[in-house]
């Protein structure tokens, strides 16, 4: 079946440094893919649409220029957050969707990445 | 706006129980939607997928049904295990731009 992959797993940082996660779909294509983000005992609530080739579309409320998201090709986008605070704090997921599927078939989603700011 | 609301918000059960979950929606123009299982601290496992053109889907001893028209999709567990134990997601797919707006969430406890 179809799998994302999310690295890293987990990383602490110091707060006021930047932070890269990666997530890749290694046995298909996605021209979208999401990036939620899940504080903790509550859902995931959509941060942004990364767009291959283009530029992100964000949510209302969510900082592009501190949520910078790079889809530079079919099969990986990057999250960085940017001078990170102790209130970015949380769990950050990825989705893709198969590009030949459409939008009819499941999404897929990485195994998240957990982010302490210290 | 899409708002997604998921009762009861948590759920023990002895082992061996059929079990419902339920998910309700207020904007009935959706394109599919799509129920999730979440361990702690770990991403996302699709369970079952609905079309909106469907009534239900089934894989295993998981149901999930769909009633568009009322804004309302279950979850049917039967005989459920302690391995059943996890956070339980519905997600909406408004169709437009594929983006999944999700609900709350169901904390389920099967006990052995």
């Known amino acids: 079946g179809a799998v994302v992959s999310q690295h890293p797993s987990r990383v602490i940082c110091k707060s006021g440094t930047s932070v890269k996660i990666e997530c890749r779909s290694l046995?298909?294509?996605?021209?979208?893919m999401f990036w939620y983000r899940q504080f903790p005992k509550q859902s995931l609530m959509l941060m942004a649409t990364s767009n291959e080739g283009s530029k992100a579309t964000y949510e209302q409320g969510v900082e592009k220029d501190k949520f910078l998201i790079n889809h530079a090709s079919l099969t990986l986008s990057t999250l960085t957050v940017t001078s990170a605070h102790p209130e970015d704090s949380s769990f950050y997921i990825c989705?893709?969707?198969?590009?030949?599927?459409?939008?009819?078939?499941?999404?897929?989603f990485g195994n998240g990445t957990r982010l302490t700011v210290t | 706006k899409q708002e997604v609301t998921q009762i009861p918000a948590a759920l023990s059960v002895p082992e061996g129980e059929n079990l419902v979950l339920n998910c309700s929606f207020t904007d009935s123009a959706i394109y599919n939607l799509q129920w999730f299982r979440q361990d702690p601290g770990k991403g996302l496992t699709s369970l079952l997928l609905?079309?909106?053109?469907?009534r239900e889907q089934t894989s295993g001893r998981l149901n999930a049904s769909l009633d568009k028209s009322s804004g309302r999709s279950t979850l049917y567990i039967a005989a459920s295990q302690p391995g059943d134990s996890a956070t339980y997601l519905c997600?909406?797919?408004?169709?437009?731009?594929?983006?999944?707006?999700f609900g709350t969430g169901t904390l389920l406890a099967v006990q052995p």
């Open positions: 609905i079309q909106s053109s469907q």
């Open positions: 989705s893709a969707r198969d590009l030949t599927s459409g939008g009819s078939s499941p999404l897929h």
């Open positions: 046995d298909f294509q996605a021209t979208t």
């Open positions: 997600a909406v797919n408004g169709g437009a731009t594929n983006k999944l707006i």
